[in-house]
């Protein structure tokens, strides 16, 4: 088992409201990632992180924002929450030193906008 | 850009048989693909990857195969058993050690 970690694990909220989607990991892994995963559809890299204070847009245009202010802490924020935000967000780590591209998940967060 | 595709969506198979998932890619130039699984309610988990400078690799159970001339990867799971059933995705690593996710295979195993 992995130890990265994400919070909510379900979460439905109103359109307009401000959210953030916690992800840790405990493995001391220097880059992080954000995907968003529509149901039975790939993984689109939103955002990923070389470090503390790196932050890099993915290939899929998100208008959430991250932070990585920690090595271990990578949360996701979006500002005013809409309809089409509602996927589930997939948070991974990896280490550098390690097996090239393997990237621990998450258990992920399914976000649901009303 | 990068594209990574599968050429089925859905695959069922006998508890016992073996599974073949396939998958398609586009960039002549990459050199490193892995294997994940997804079971539901979880993210996705490494299962084997291989390297351009080779054509097959073998873990437990499960074996890929890399046809450069087509660009074609493949998994191939032996004895196909009711735990094996998950969407399953190939994913290319590009130039930054970012991945490229196809369109995932879901697996069904019928006891």
């Known amino acids: 088992e992995a130890d990265i970690y994400q919070t909510p694990r379900y979460l439905v909220i109103g359109t307009g409201k401000k959210i953030t989607l916690e992800c840790s990991q405990t493995m001391g892994h220097d880059k992080m990632y954000w995907y968003q995963q529509d149901p039975g559809m790939e993984l689109h890299l939103i955002h990923y992180s070389y470090g503390v204070n790196s932050t890099e847009k993915g290939d899929l245009s998100s208008e959430s924002t991250v932070s990585r202010i920690r090595t271990e802490h990578f949360p996701l924020t979006l500002e005013s929450a809409r309809p089409s935000h509602t996927s589930q967000y997939l948070c991974?780590?990896?280490?550098?030193?390690?097996?090239?591209?393997?990237?621990?998940f998450g258990p992920g967060t399914r976000l649901t906008v009303t | 850009g990068e594209s990574v595709g599968l050429h089925l969506p859905t695959l069922s198979v006998q508890e016992g048989d073996n599974s073949i998932i396939n998958c398609a890619y586009s960039?002549?130039?990459?050199?490193?693909f892995i294997w994940y699984k997804q079971e539901s309610g979880k993210g996705p988990q490494f299962i084997i990857d291989i390297r351009s400078n080779m054509d097959k690799r073998q873990g437990q159970r499960v074996t890929v195969l890399l046809n450069k001339t087509v660009k074609h990867l493949s998994l191939q799971i032996a004895a196909t058993q009711p735990g094996d059933s998950a969407v399953y995705f190939c994913?290319?690593?590009?130039?930054?050690?970012?991945?490229?996710f196809g369109t995932g295979t879901r697996l069904t195993v019928i006891p």
């Open positions: 994913a290319e690593v590009n130039w930054a050690n970012n991945l490229f």
């Open positions: 991974a780590s990896s280490d550098e030193s390690g097996a090239e591209g393997e990237q621990y």
């Open positions: 960039n002549s130039a990459s050199d490193y």
